[in-house]
């Protein structure tokens, strides 16, 4: 299961955050030339589009792998100090606490994508409007996968505590 979970995130962080970076991209050189050469709007809400939508995909898609792989500040100084069964205590301690901030932030994200659904929250790009809800659900899918991440984290460290190594 984790292996498909891994899969899933690098095509999240990879292919969608990739996608998003270079809509960022291509959206604002347009626009840049737009403005300056051609003295015109050729993107209009370019800045929008980029703000409230592009951007927080590319975070959010971002997220769960980052934190897989440790680009995430961890508290591992304590475990480092501590020999043997205390610091594998002391490691499972802190990602208990960690997977409690994680499902605080898990149930607000979903709270608030919720409600960005059933308000029928709206961006407004150019002259048009977008549904805001596909990009505020992806918060609560990527704490949702870090939460996993550590819950994995957890059973693994709680059996090295339990374990006489």
Not at 39 to 58: H, R, W
Request: overall charge neutral.
């Amino acid at each position: 299961m984790f292996r498909w979970l891994e899969r899933f995130e690098w095509g999240l962080a990879a292919i969608g955050g990739g996608l998003c970076l270079l809509a960022i991209l291509v959206v604002t050189v347009v626009t840049v030339y737009g403005r300056y050469v051609l003295e015109t709007d050729v993107i209009p809400g370019g800045y929008n589009m980029i703000e409230g939508a592009l951007f927080p995909l590319m975070v959010f898609w971002g997220l769960p792998l980052a934190h897989r792989e440790g680009s995430f500040p961890r508290l591992e100084l304590l475990q480092s100090m501590a020999p043997g069964i205390v610091g594998r205590t002391i490691s499972a301690l802190v990602l208990f606490v960690e997977a409690l901030i994680y499902a605080v932030v898990l149930w607000y994200a979903a709270k608030f994508a919720w409600l960005a659904y059933d308000a029928s929250r709206q961006l407004q790009i150019g002259t048009g409007y977008w549904p805001s809800w596909p990009v505020a659900i992806m918060a609560p899918l990527s704490f949702a996968l870090m939460l996993i991440e550590i819950v994995r984290l957890m059973v693994v460290d709680a059996g090295r505590v339990f374990t006489s190594r």
